[in-house]
């Protein structure tokens, strides 16, 4: 892996000085803008169209940006930065020898790097097996398997693979076709604290995230209360204000300890909200719900992070804040959601991440509609990306 310094950063963002990378669009806003049915919303977005861009804390960079770019790689997070999202995100998990990485799961290696064609495949916890028949091609290749050294002798790439493959090569494929393989050469790993150098060098604030263990807990004496400290504990070291920072995790009890024993950091700790596993869940049925919001709150959280989805519906063919939005705002919580610009085309009806609006999304524009339904109506104060020059671009024509 390339060593990572200030003059790498430097060359990456194009200026001698990281705090002045140059703000750009680029072609995708427009493009969407001009997929949007005719309405004063499109027209105001028009409007903007020789707007300078600023840097924006609503346009939270997800994973940087990887709709084009190898997730939680500097480039990733680099282009995320130079279309103005002004807080970016590093997924935290952990290796062998209890060192905090940036990858969206433990176990997501062989997916996500090369691992299954270097000579650390074999130190996988599932190796590589080819598909037979009927049988999908599987592996399994955690961050817990290799120490941080080995760690950064990997090449990131798309997270993607291909369950037809009969050979490892074959199943590093299957990058989705509204994504690209253009940007992985040369792309670059990141530890968590590198991540902290890195965003604090582009200008950006910070939302890491605890991952859940793939390996039981303990693990070579590393509790999840360990877990949930070091991260704090790195951000300590490096002297960023808790002000810059909104810890997150899917797991109550994270956000809880953090409440508990840091309560600086813990003022901006995030639940992120998967109640959507629960069979029988829905955000519109509050008695399916395992916690109100006003539980939540109870419990000194400040911020709550659903899914796009759990905070929309559709009433008389437009588009509306669910009965989670509604009571999450009752019970006086901030808002930030996931994922805008995860789900490629939308003439399908946008898959998972727009299942509550399925039935209003025929065309790419609706990207904005949403976006506008989730900042105007819903009110969130921050919307996580996979191309953030599109939330950037709203939040600077809106005022946000």
Not at 162 to 167: Q, W
Not at 297 to 322: C, D, H, R
Not at 330 to 347: K, V
Request: net charge negative; hydrophobic share 40%.
């Amino acid at each position: 892996m390339k060593c990572l310094s200030l003059s790498l950063i430097a060359i990456l963002v194009g200026t001698s000085a990281i705090a002045e990378v140059a703000l750009t669009y680029g072609p995708r806003p427009a493009f969407l803008i001009a997929q949007m049915d005719d309405s004063p919303l499109k027209t105001q977005l028009e409007s903007c169209a020789m707007q300078t861009p600023q840097k924006s804390d609503f346009s939270i960079g997800h994973r940087g940006a990887p709709l084009l770019f190898p997730e939680h790689t500097v480039e990733s997070n680099v282009a995320a930065a130079q279309m103005g999202a002004g807080i970016l995100e590093c997924d935290v998990t952990f290796t062998s020898d209890l060192e905090l990485v940036c990858r969206h799961a433990q176990n997501d290696l062989h997916t996500t790097t090369n691992i299954l064609v270097t000579d650390l495949a074999d130190q996988c916890t599932t190796p590589f097996s080819p598909a037979s028949g009927d049988t999908a091609a599987t592996a399994e290749c955690r961050t817990s398997d290799i120490t941080l050294a080995e760690f950064q002798t990997l090449e990131p790439k798309m997270d993607a693979s291909d369950s037809s493959a009969t050979t490892p090569e074959e199943y590093l494929g299957g990058t989705a076709n509204w994504r690209t393989d253009l940007y992985v050469d040369n792309t670059t790993l990141m530890t968590h604290a590198e991540s902290i150098e890195i965003f604090r060098d582009l200008g950006a604030k910070f939302t890491p995230e605890l991952k859940t263990p793939s390996v039981d807990m303990p693990f070579n004496g590393f509790s999840q209360e360990d877990y949930a400290q070091k991260l704090v504990d790195e951000y300590k070291a490096a002297g960023v204000p808790a002000s810059d920072v909104w810890l997150q995790s899917f797991n109550l009890e994270d956000v809880l300890y953090w409440i508990e024993n840091e309560p600086e950091f813990g003022a901006q700790a995030v639940y992120l909200m998967d109640e959507y596993d629960i069979e029988g869940y829905s955000p519109m049925d509050p008695s399916t719900w395992p916690n109100t919001m006003e539980e939540l709150k109870a419990m000194g959280i400040q911020y709550v992070a659903p899914p796009t989805w759990m905070l929309l519906t559709v009433e008389n063919g437009e588009i509306v804040p669910s009965a989670l939005a509604n009571a999450a705002n009752a019970a006086d919580l901030n808002i930030i959601t996931w994922t805008l610009e995860r789900s490629g085309p939308l003439g399908g009806g946008g898959g998972w991440y727009f299942q509550s609006v399925a039935e209003v999304t025929d065309n790419d524009g609706v990207y904005f509609e949403v976006l506008d339904a989730l900042a105007q109506d819903v009110g969130v104060v921050g919307v996580f990306s996979d191309w953030p020059a599109t939330t950037t671009y709203y939040a600077n024509c809106m005022g946000l």
